[in-house]
């Protein structure tokens, strides 16, 4: 039945890496089959665990995990596996040596089976809300335990999983510990059938990865400076858009720089990959703009850009650096918000649409703390915008909150490696 299925579903894999790129590197990891320095490593004697990671958010969870067990308890070892190709690129560069970077395989018993067979894992440790039934289910069958890092059950995934509450129930129940990051997720991974006592509320695991240095470098500091997007002006960016945010960025850039000459605005879209899609709009916009990925390779072009498009990976927490205020992405057009923490850490007013799913624990924090404006559509963005780039005293008071959120909510990534240790997966 399930090969049946995922024969269906292949030509899906084969579209995604056709529109996306780099989804074809690795494709056969998917489906448990890796190359020979994969094997060899993989046959070493180890005191190895398997964490798995979906995209860049979750797999800077899993590495600082990683190395605070690490620092506990060395010579440990790590499988680290992650679904998207720009996590994948992430953790490439800041894995152990000794570690084995995968690409996560398809939740079907003969693969997981297989996977499980070759990595061999004393434990697993699933990053957020990944509830895999079949490799949990195989995982236990072979008497490993399995953990949940950073626990999230947003309240739309709790509806949908309630309707199927006894499945879902089998699956939690064989957790050994499931860490969230609230006690609202606590009450829903409960409420879904988790036991109690294996659930503890550790807090936001996004605060610990963001660490506290927030300077640019000096290189990037002089490309943004001889492009306009210095300190001398009014840098909004856009962090981790996704479709139909640039354009409504762009719309409001054109409305707002009238009244704001020295506004700039940087757009750093989630995937990479859309570049063309995006130059389309700014072509239609009219405006001036640039590709960050030719201001790094040649010098800066005499006329000053409007619009400067991000088409890198890895250099979001610079630009928010350089920022004057920052708009979080996936919150307007489209549901499920990403991580505002970083934009926090660089002490920048934040400003987000009304889907932040995702971080709904975090969103309280800053919205408590007066440290963010959330805001219901692009009409109202317009207007928090304007009014935030009017009041440089209230960007200043506003981003000292959010970082000081940041530093108050730190340290739920060494909790969890405490229960870690002090649970079912200290052997020896």
Request: charged share 25%; with cysteine.
């Amino acid at each position: 039945m399930f090969a049946f299925v995922y024969l269906l579903i292949l030509p899906r894999f084969l579209l995604r890496m056709w529109r996306r790129g780099g989804y074809r590197r690795g494709f056969l990891q998917r489906f448990g089959v890796y190359g020979p320095d994969i094997r060899t490593k993989l046959a070493l004697p180890s005191a190895r665990f398997m964490i798995h990671a979906v995209s860049v958010g979750e797999v800077q969870v899993a590495l600082r995990f990683m190395a605070e067990l690490r620092a506990k308890r060395p010579g440990t070892v790590f499988a680290l596996t992650t679904t998207t190709s720009t996590a994948h690129a992430i953790a490439e560069k800041q894995v152990g040596g000794d570690d084995v970077l995968l690409y996560f395989p398809v939740d079907c018993p003969f693969v997981v089976r297989r996977v499980l067979r070759q990595i061999n894992p004393l434990g697993v440790i699933l990053v957020e809300s990944e509830l895999w039934p079949n490799l949990i289910r195989q995982a236990v069958q072979r008497k490993v335990p399995v953990m949940l890092l950073n626990g999230r059950i947003s309240p739309r995934s709790f509806r949908g999983y309630k309707l199927l509450r006894p499945f879902v129930r089998r699956v939690l129940e064989k957790f050994s510990a499931l860490c969230a990051q609230s006690a609202g997720d606590a009450e829903r991974l409960i409420a879904l059938g988790a036991d109690p006592k294996r659930v503890h509320v550790t807090g936001s695991a996004k605060y610990d990865i963001a660490g506290t240095d927030a300077r640019p470098d000096e290189v990037f500091l002089t490309k943004i400076q001889a492009l306009g997007f210095g300190p001398a002006s009014l840098v909004l960016v856009g962090g981790s858009t996704w479709p139909g945010e640039e354009q409504a960025l762009l719309e409001i850039y054109k409305r707002l720089h009238g009244k704001y000459p020295s506004l700039r605005l940087a757009l750093v879209p989630r995937h990479a990959e859309r570049r063309k899609e995006i130059l389309a709009e700014l072509a239609k916009s009219g405006l001036k703009f640039v590709l960050w990925s030719d201001c790094r390779r040649v010098a800066a072009p005499a006329e000053k850009p409007d619009v400067l498009l991000v088409d890198t990976t890895g250099e979001l927490r610079m630009f928010y650096a350089a920022a004057a205020l920052v708009f979080i992405g996936k919150s307007l057009t489209a549901r499920g918000g990403q991580n505002p923490i970083e934009a926090a850490v660089c002490s920048k007013p934040i400003v987000a649409g009304p889907h932040m799913e995702n971080f709904s624990a975090v969103i309280s924090d800053f919205l408590e703390a007066k440290a963010i404006v959330q805001v219901r559509d692009q009409a109202a963005l317009e207007a928090s915008l304007s009014s935030l780039l009017a009041d440089e005293k209230e960007r200043q008071c506003m981003g000292a909150r959010a970082r000081q959120v940041v530093q108050d909510r730190a340290g739920a990534v060494r909790a969890s490696v405490d229960l870690f240790l002090t649970g079912n997966f200290n052997h020896g």
